[in-house]
């Protein structure tokens, strides 16, 4: 969404060595738009650029880049500059950069840091990945009961200069066990003398660390919250996970969903090195559905050998294979997808799993019939014979209807049983198709060949 | 999310007749667990509990349950009730609602509306769908440049009990156009008696009515704002997009990329009318990618006619046909699934298209040597023959690095020519793959003839 001009710009002033100009432009610009920027220059140009930042403008950068491009442009300004760096980024943002490092690196940054920071960022480290605790900021405002909104205010106007984001102010005693909650709004309309005590609202809807990165970001945009609270397993305030992070969780989520539909673990391999980490790693989350399918595969050969009389006293039989597997595995994809999302997003429940198999079973005939009378016309006109016209014709409408019922079928079985229908209907559903499809048109085959040519 | 019990513990007042139980319990739950709640019940037993909401906590839930079902419990309640209701809900998600209505029925309810709300609900109805106008809300606050902040917090206050979201206050002439922007956390930190024409924000980012909602989402998204203002073609300020609006059309685009990759348009019909509307938009969704493969499929068939010779001559080769298309189609739909969503989430740049290319092709040929081995040796042992083990498996090893390089080379091509690739991606590639794959496997076949059985 940059336009191209902004960067033709830069790239002037570089030739001209105009680095005072350079300078203002640059760290007059947003950071997502310098991160984007970033992501369409050569390495060398981008640390260029990087030189010229201020540091918040640098730090704010980092949030917004890729973590192989984070430790590009921090392993090559000098210590100090990047000690300074990262001290200016948010503790959720510096985790997530130091966990893909080494012990010994992670030391190298964490010893520059203020003591009481890096402790922070060490806990946050411990922390599994896709947990509350892996996403949540250390950096929020709190206050203590018995402070008044007067308090609160000159407190909340001290910080108003730092880049704490703060939906909420959290209330907690002095061991920071979690108490209550306060809006802005709610401290704005408040009398200043007030305890906030009395104000706070207790009834918080709050997660623990360990809870499951998905949960946390369904619960905060379900409730419409901006910030949800982290506490621990004795209800101490740990941190808060907002809702940008959210944001991020879900579309990690939606890649993972999307990746599995194709067969693609992200089980074994974490997504992003899927695609730009080592070659074994992505061999590693792609070979185990291919396997799969590949004995699945093995059944529609042994189906297809079961019939190898009918394909030597009639060979013209099997170059039909290819149409018939081909759209009985598409329309059967279309119904898994269908299924698959609706689950994922509550559109479909499974209360209504036989309302949705008879509405696709009627889907599937329909479009089944279409394709079938077609596939009749073209295939008798083709080869000049009747016969076989019906039989592929109606081995395909066969086929078509049967596929939108395997297809809206499965997802519900395999959710039934706790499986994750995005994970394993692909394959599945491919090879279920292929050996049932394949046996419906030998069968077909077999009682009209008397009258095939 | 919502536990079994308390769905238990509402059924049993409904059951004692414990009316006043029945009150407190729901009118005391989340409106988003109501609304979850409202998803597995039964249609009467939904209209027994809204009977008894709040009409605020009525209209809270109206924004979290489906258009039908929103439908459904306003046409039950009376007609003064119901105008209550909605005069409390918010204006985008009212608007929506009345979208899906009939003129009439949208006069019924907007005449019990207040006129302003009616005038202002009439325009969000006259916005696409899809634009920031169709998306933005008409409720927001807004103040003169020559305000005091203290002037501003009395009037903030006033509104504190509303159910108004104000995450910024924008500044506006006397006649609408927007001026700049002010968050609370500024106002807080600002002396009393300043003007806000002084202190806010003048570089605002905003949108403008008609601009795609798509693009709205992904701005606020991307540089973090939690609303962006939208304004007409003067700048003169229209309404505000929020942050869980960006959520829903984010939502709302991935299911069509996800449909769109099994090739189901929503160019034709609406998303949700796909899986719970008239049968005929499900057919006119999913037909036209099927049809295109169907086209494709015969050109596989007429490719397998075109060595109809070698199938008479050794029909055992037909029974591997699924297999090699099977597998070749898998891996191929896993490439391009990776390419799709990676360019979508940005992961993957159009400027690194021959490094993904390189790569996709490795992976595609190491995982094609390991699967072509194994089926060599498979079927060498099944047929005991050699010369058909190593034909069957040199033709996976070929399909597979080749499905690899034609699912990750398509979705840069497409995308380069301005066709959206999850779109196309689907049935070209699927279509692509099988009439390559059975041509390099009957020029193997041909190539070792005199070797097989």
Known sequence: ?????????????????????????????????????????????????????????????????TPQMQVELLGAVDKETAAKIISRMPHDILADFLGDLSDEEINNYLERLPGRVSSQIRELLSYPEDTAGGIMTTEYLYVYENMTVEETFAYVRSKAGTNIDFYYIYVVDREG??????????????????????????????????????????????????????????????????????????????????????????????EDE????????????????????????????????????????LPVIAIFIPLLIGLGGNIGTQSVTLMVRGLSTGQVMMSSALHHIFREFRVGLVIGLIFGVLVMIVTWNWKNNMALGVVVGAAMAANMAIATVIGTFSPFVLKRFNIDPAVASGPFIATAIDIIGLAVYFILVTLFLDFLP
Chains 1, 2 share one sequence.
Request: glycine share 6%.
């Open 1 to 65: 969404m940059v336009e191209t001009q902004v960067i033709e710009r830069l790239k002037r002033h570089v030739e001209l060595n105009n680095k005072e100009a350079l300078k203002n432009e640059l760290n007059s610009m947003h950071s997502a738009d310098i991160a984007e920027i970033f992501e369409n220059i050569s390495p060398e140009e981008r640390l260029d650029y990087f030189h010229y930042l201020d540091l918040e403008k640098a730090a704010d950068i980092l949030e917004h880049i």
């Open 177 to 270: 066990h979690l108490l209550g909650v306060l809006s802005l709004r709610g401290l704005i309309g408040s009398p200043l003398d007030a305890r906030v005590g009395s104000i706070m609202t207790t009834d918080v809807f709050k997660v623990t660390t360990n809870d499951d990165q998905e949960y946390v970001a369904d619960s905060l945009i379900k409730y419409g919250y901006l910030a949800l609270p982290v506490v621990d397993e004795f209800n101490r305030l740990k941190g808060i996970v907002t809702w940008d992070d959210a944001h991020y969780v879900n579309e990690e989520e939606t890649t993972e969903e999307i990746y599995a539909s194709s067969g693609i673990s992200t089980g074994l391999a974490d």
């Open 274 to 313: 899927i695609l730009t980490g080592r070659l074994s790693l992505a061999i590693k989350a792609r070979s185990p559905w291919l396997l799969i399918t590949l004995v699945g595969a093995f059944g529609a050969v042994q189906v297809a050998d079961h019939f190898k009389g009918i394909l030597s006293q």
